[in-house]
């Protein structure tokens, strides 16, 4: 077919609001009610085909609901993981050569299969296996993904266009090659969309890949992979391993990984990194590293920041969600002023106002944390902090997983700046509160820019302009994603790329070109039409 195609132009995805009385609350409830009561079989797909693994069965379940099982996925063995590698290097030759109109197609189509018939299931499976409430469930599962979808074409488009300039006589060409090899994604609990963007991002710019889910996330990436198959995706193009990952150094150690897409946790992306350069001899070319890891997302207000939004920003940023987001706000900077002048009251009368609960009853504000680990680890902090003289807990600080993983919104006041809660990720509902004299702002600022090893996302609250703008100044490399009056978290695609450096990742920016850009491999083209037929030059008369 000889035409250049102009892709349809992207748009955020519209909200739903599941507000009582909706068409869509009711269907959605419907839908609740189905998932719950058919426990899946959760199994591996390698080529289109999905295969009972032969190793360990692993049970997910409602974290808000620990009793209630949703399915049983398994441990892939080393025989399968291999399996899955083999599958995306044979399906290699075809999709490469597949025309990008067609690739496209494809990942529009998912994006409108999620936005219709699939909307109901992404987001009640997210609900009920990753413990998030409708709305949170919405904004990820359903708007964020097919944002995911639909903007990636776009921005494809975009860099297939960059083509260089050509001298008299001479045709210059970009030939935006996908990577040589496989990619392999391995995606985190947290965000259905992740999952989903992670795996289809290199997809679309021509890359086959193998795709590891979390598997407390394995519920709602069970229907991602079938979306996705319905939407055409040629078997083999991309390829999903279920379980812990015990077996993925099959995959690492391949000659032919060209690249790792992911995001989690910054020790388990600090392995892959290592075991990548302890192999770097044995693969065919470079691989592409490109992950987003923790955060100890900041709020640092300023006396002249309003005492309200500011107030309301704590309590969204820090308890959505549960804190399980890469940038759920767990550290802020108040002055004394604002602290004593209302603001520890309004929020403490928020935080203690919400409920956490079965995210099914959509009165809650939040569900459970995701799993027993997690919970062992914010109740571990909870007894530290009974003996901490320099930590005194304000509210919460409390858990009880008799049915499911519940930790109460935690707000701790610290009087010592350096002290855990602003250094450590705990990826809970706990945020670390530091009262400062009004005067000492620029210095507070300055502290807070560095005491953690990570930069992912932070805000300043301040209606003082030249405050405003020393503390971006100083906060400049402190966090990757940076608000103005508003909460560290809910980038939109195409609105606010997101990604973090330092301890936070390689700032790859997913939800931009930036990050596809990193899936493929140029190669210039330089035609002669007329080239020269005597070897020497002018000058030599």
């Not at 409602?62 to 899955?84: F, I, K, M, S, Y």
């Not at 709305?135 to 494809?156: K, M, T």
């Not at 030249?466 to 909460?487: P, S, V």
């Amino acid at each position: 077919m000889d035409a250049l195609f102009t892709v349809p132009t992207p748009q955020n995805e519209p909200i739903n609001s599941y507000a009582p009385g909706s068409p869509e609350r009711e269907s959605l409830q419907k839908k609740l009610v189905e998932l719950a009561g058919t426990q899946l079989e959760l199994d591996l797909n390698l080529s289109g085909e999905w295969r009972r693994s032969a190793g360990a069965e692993i049970k997910v379940v409602q974290p808000h609901n620990r009793a209630h099982v949703l399915g049983v996925t398994r441990e892939a063995t080393e025989a399968e993981w291999a399996g899955a590698v083999a599958a995306a290097k044979a399906a290699r030759h075809d999709w490469v050569r597949t025309d990008f109109a067609d690739r496209a197609a494809i990942f529009l189509r998912a994006a409108d299969l999620i936005a219709g018939p699939y909307r109901d299931a992404l987001n009640g499976a997210t609900m009920l296996g990753q413990s998030k409430t409708v709305a949170q469930a919405e904004i990820d599962s359903a708007c964020e993904l097919i944002d995911f979808l639909r903007f990636n074409v776009g921005f494809a488009e975009g860099l297939y266009r960059q083509q260089p300039i050509s001298s008299k006589g001479i045709w210059n060409r970009t030939d935006h090659r996908p990577l040589d090899g496989f990619v392999l994604a391995i995606t985190p609990f947290n965000f259905t969309a992740i999952a989903g963007n992670l795996p289809t991002a290199p997809a679309l710019m021509g890359n086959t890949v193998v795709w590891k889910p979390s598997p407390t996330q394995q519920f709602a990436a069970h229907f991602v992979m079938k979306v996705l198959l319905e939407a055409g995706l040629p078997p083999g193009v991309i390829n999903m391993v279920t379980g812990v990952g015990h077996a993925s150094e099959v995959a690492l150690l391949d000659p032919d990984l060209a690249g790792i897409h992911f995001t989690g946790s910054t020790k388990t992306f600090q392995h892959l990194w290592n075991t990548v350069g302890r192999n770097i001899a044995g693969y065919r070319t470079y691989p592409r590293l490109v992950g987003e890891t923790g955060g100890k997302d900041f709020i640092v207000a300023h006396p002249s920041a309003d005492l309200h939004s500011l107030a309301v920003a704590m309590v969204r940023g820090a308890y959505e969600y549960q804190g399980q987001k890469c940038s759920a706000l767990s550290r802020t900077y108040v002055p004394a002023s604002l602290w004593r002048g209302g603001l520890k009251d309004a929020v403490v009368g928020m935080t203690e106002d919400i409920t956490y609960g079965d995210v099914t009853d959509f009165a809650n504000f939040g569900g459970a944390v995701i799993d027993e680990r997690a919970y062992a680890k914010h109740t571990a902090l909870f007894e530290r902090l009974r003996g901490d003289a320099k930590a005194t807990v304000v509210t919460g600080a409390t858990a009880d997983d008799s049915q499911g993983f519940f930790v109460q919104p935690t707000l701790v006041e610290a009087t010592d700046p350096t002290h855990e809660l602003f250094t450590e990720e705990y990826f809970g509902p706990i945020n670390g509160v530091y009262v400062f004299d009004d005067a000492d702002f620029d210095a507070v600022v300055r502290q807070a820019a560095d005491v953690a090893p990570y930069a992912l996302t932070g805000a300043v609250f301040a209606t003082d302009r030249a405050a405003i703008a020393r503390a971006g100044e100083e906060l400049r490399f402190a966090a990757g994603n940076y608000y103005i009056n508003d909460k560290p978290t809910g980038a939109v695609v195409g609105q606010q790329p997101f990604g973090g450096s330092r301890g936070s990742g390689t700032n790859d920016k997913a939800g931009s070109w930036q990050n596809l850009v990193r899936w493929i491999s140029p190669r210039s083209i330089k035609e002669t039409f007329v080239p020269p037929t005597d070897y020497r030059y002018p000058h030599q008369g």
